[in-house]
């Protein structure tokens, strides 16, 4: 099978788009298509300041990678967890984000800039990113697993708890760090997956807040974008290994038979018969989207600002995050 | 013979079949694997040669089959 574009060997073809590509033009053809959807959902501009979250897997740091080659002030954000899963999960995760970055310095700083008259002195501030790390049990006391043993959210398993304290994490170093926009690297069968999910219990609330990017409509919400939206998982992995990214390949201990893994082989044995099938359904709630099917939930949502944290929440009073810490508190009176 | 390793399994064929026919043959969905051989990606269509060696790269981390 060749490349469409230059007739060398493909290393990848893409079923859905009828495109098969050598490595050299899938490493263009990535950054060409993130920059297309930056562009198209208007999730930033050049301008701004972008901090993406980073977990070490595959595409997170995909993402980070394709947003600097395409020259944005992108820094990243490791939330550490205290995952340990008998592999060392989290200490894992960590090392691969900063593994990543010091390679990405190594590149930068070996660039000889020159321009038509002569070597440029650049400046490189904005091209050097940073690693923010958040490490939950340092600065609260505990691990997410610890947490999750002492509440019934999420019923025994961590996913709920985790969730709500990485979004919190991540709005609050949005926020704080004076970003514009906070990104993260759910692709295509991430945005499946959690769709088929609502749409088989027709969960208009969370459909509704289901977008390529979130605008900041609400005091102390950050701006959240995905830029790899309309990527599949299989492009984001093959992306990684033919740019040499490395990258933990055991997705978090905790994740093995959840529900959205389970989602996303039932959507891709349906892609396996018919390809183009999670692209259309994708692009379809979209446009329904757009059209207004859910534009009536809309009117319903209210949000407060957190009595402590001064985070959005949709109850008065204190919001879930500054709950749950606050019960470790009465806990250990 | 073709070999193709998968996480801790392992499967053997007769060459001359491509990588998909391979990966259907595992039992494996080929959209939620990717081909290495020789530590670079092949595409789905690859004729798999006498004594090649793939690797079968999970897309999906986590808990896949």
């Known amino acids: ?11 990848i073809n893409m079923r859905q788009h ?7 033009h899938f490493l263009e053809w990535v950054p060409e298509q993130t920059q297309r959807f930056i562009e198209k959902y208007r999730m930033f501009t050049p301008d701004e300041r972008i901090l993406v979250a980073v977990s070490g897997g595959k595409d997170s740091l995909s993402l980070w990678d394709v947003l600097l080659r395409l020259g944005y002030k992108a820094d990243g954000l490791y939330i550490g967890l205290g995952i340990d899963g008998g592999v060392d999960y989290s200490n894992q995760s960590h090392e691969m984000c900063v593994k990543f970055l010091e390679n990405f310095r190594s590149q ?17 501030q904005y091209l050097i990113p940073k690693l923010h790390v958040v490490d939950i049990a340092k600065l609260y006391g505990e691990t997410i697993p ?20 990485k979004r919190h994490v991540m709005n609050r170093v949005a926020r704080d760090g ?5 990104a993260t690297g759910h692709n295509l069968d991430d945005e499946v997956a959690v769709l088929f999910g ?28 995905k830029p790899f939206c309309r990527l599949y998982e299989r492009e984001s992995a093959a992306y990684a290994l033919v740019r040499g990214i490395d990258y933990i390949y055991d997705e978090c201990p905790f994740a093995e038979g959840s529900t959205s893994i389970a989602h996303k082989e039932i959507l891709n044995q349906m892609e396996k018969d018919s390809p183009g099938t999670k692209l259309q359904f994708y692009l379809s709630f979209l446009r329904a989207r ?5 534009a009536e939930q809309a009117a319903h949502v209210e949000l407060n600002a957190c009595e402590k944290c001064g985070q959005p929440t949709s109850a008065p009073g204190l919001c879930a995050f500054c709950r749950l810490w606050e019960r470790r508190i009465t806990k250990d009176e | 013979m073709v070999k193709l390793i998968y996480r801790n399994k392992s499967w053997e064929f007769a ?8 990966i259907l043959k595992c039992g494996l969905n080929p959209e939620q694997v990717l081909a290495v051989r020789a530590g670079k990606l092949i595409n789905e269509a690859t004729l798999l040669k006498d004594g090649d060696e793939v690797k079968l790269v999970a897309v999906i981390s986590g808990g896949v089959r």
């Open chain 1, 178 to 182: 004076g970003y514009d926009v906070l």
């Open chain 1, 1 to 11: 099978m060749k490349c469409r574009k230059c007739g060398h060997e493909a290393v």
């Open chain 1, 290 to 294: 757009e059209q207004g099917l859910f």
């Open chain 1, 18 to 24: 009828k495109l098969a590509l050598c490595s050299e």
């Open chain 2, 15 to 22: 060459a001359g079949m491509t990588v998909r026919d391979a």
């Open chain 1, 198 to 225: 609502n749409a088989l219990t027709w969960n208009a609330g969370y459909l509704l807040r289901q977008a390529p990017m979130l605008p900041a409509d609400k005091p102390g919400l950050a701006r959240k974008v």
């Open chain 1, 108 to 124: 930068i700083s070996s660039v000889n800039v020159t321009a038509d008259d002569g070597p440029q002195t650049v400046n490189t």
């Open chain 1, 146 to 165: 610890d947490v999750a043993a002492r509440t019934t959210r999420g019923r025994g398993k961590p996913c709920s708890v985790c969730g709500l304290v």
